[in-house]
């Protein structure tokens, strides 16, 4: 039995290079995936115009503590001594603030005869002033990022998001570039090395759990030993620690997607699938989508995430050796 499933997944890692696609049935299935896509955002998608009314939060008076606003602008006319801090929200200046401001998913707004003595942080907005030469301290800063505004906006004010991502028709969009880019990287990797993705298959169904023990070991010494480097040793040399480990967490990472598009593809064209059951490229098609889909569930995404980074990690390290984790054959009795 595991003869033949050896010969089964070296014969569908080394036809994809030398079998014809077939372009008709991958364009219906293309279309049809498109267009569940787009009917399952417009069952869950969720009308981004409609704007919420917000309330200022008004800060008059003199303030010895630093003031913070979650979702809410915050309009400071008196005297804040400390300093200032909103996340999804402005930070209107029209008194005088002695610290910091900053802004996450928001901006600073400093009018007319304001007074900001410390920095000046914005990230997701932009750092506005109505005088030609703001009243600032010549030695404070502005540190600002304006990409993702209305992103970091929506996460600042309800965090829960990141959890459970609305089914927007960009969202959709999104979802639908992720499975056409790594179809294709699955397609160029499965057919630059055939026999490391067979054997990797093969792994991956014959020792699985050994797999991820060997990843989840992994991903523990590299994430301790990365926290270890970095307080350890030079500035130069943990740096570079740390890009040799990011380097192989996107290869493991891609290696490792490309395995289990591979192997549940072919596990899904056979059971589920009535066309292109000889098909190696539509199988890759159906798996990446498959796992597009099963990191897009409200909630589930981090633990499939995570699972799949273990996996990939467990695949990467075992890649160049060929599969001989078996299980023992039972010595005769006599």
């Keep these: 039995m595991i003869t033949s499933s050896l010969t089964d997944l070296n014969h569908f890692s080394q036809s994809v290079a030398n079998r014809p696609i077939n372009l ?79 802004a996450i998913g928001g901006s600073v707004v400093q009018l007319s005869g304001a007074k900001i003595n410390g920095d000046v942080i914005v990230i997701g907005g932009a750092y506005k002033h109505l005088d030609a030469v703001p009243q600032r301290n010549a030695a404070a800063t502005t540190m600002m990022y304006a990409g993702y505004q209305q992103e970091l906006r929506n996460l600042m004010r309800t965090p829960s998001g990141l959890l459970k991502p609305s089914w927007s028709s960009g969202y959709s969009g999104s979802r639908l570039l992720a499975v056409l880019f790594l179809f294709i990287v699955a ?118 995430v995570a699972m799949m980074v273990v996996i990939s990690l467990g695949l990467a390290l075992t890649a160049r050796y060929r599969v001989s984790w078996r299980k023992p054959e039972s010595s005769p009795t006599f």
Excluded: H
């Excluded at 364009?27 to 917000?54: D, H, M, P, T």
């Excluded at 979702?71 to 999804?88: D, E, H, L, M």
């Excluded at 395995?259 to 899904?268: D, I, K, S």
């Design 24 to 102: 008709t049935r991958l364009v219906r299935f293309s279309a049809l995936l498109v267009w569940l896509l787009i009917l399952v955002g417009a069952v869950y998608g969720q009308s981004s115009n409609e704007a919420n009314k917000e309330e200022e939060v008004v800060i008059s008076g003199v303030t010895d503590s630093t003031v913070f606003g979650m979702g809410n602008p915050i309009r400071i006319k008196g005297t804040v001594k400390q300093g200032a801090i909103a996340f999804g929200s402005d930070v209107i200046v029209e008194g005088t603030v002695e610290g910091d401001v900053a």
């Design 187 to 304: 397609l160029a990797l499965t057919a630059a090395m055939p026999g490391t993705v067979s054997r990797g298959v093969t792994r991956l169904q014959l020792t699985s759990l050994r797999v991820a023990v060997i990843g989840f070991t992994a991903s523990v010494v590299i994430g301790a030993g990365v926290v270890a480097c970095l307080r350890i040793l030079p500035e130069a040399i943990s740096a570079l620690v740390g890009i040799m480990a990011l380097f192989l967490l996107i290869v493991g990472w891609l290696f490792g997607r490309v395995v289990l598009a591979a192997a549940t593809g072919r596990w899904l064209q056979r059971k589920y699938v009535p066309f292109g059951k000889q098909s190696e490229s539509v199988a890759l098609l159906i798996g990446t989508a498959f796992w597009v889909l099963l990191t897009s569930l409200p909630y589930v995404w981090p633990f499939v």
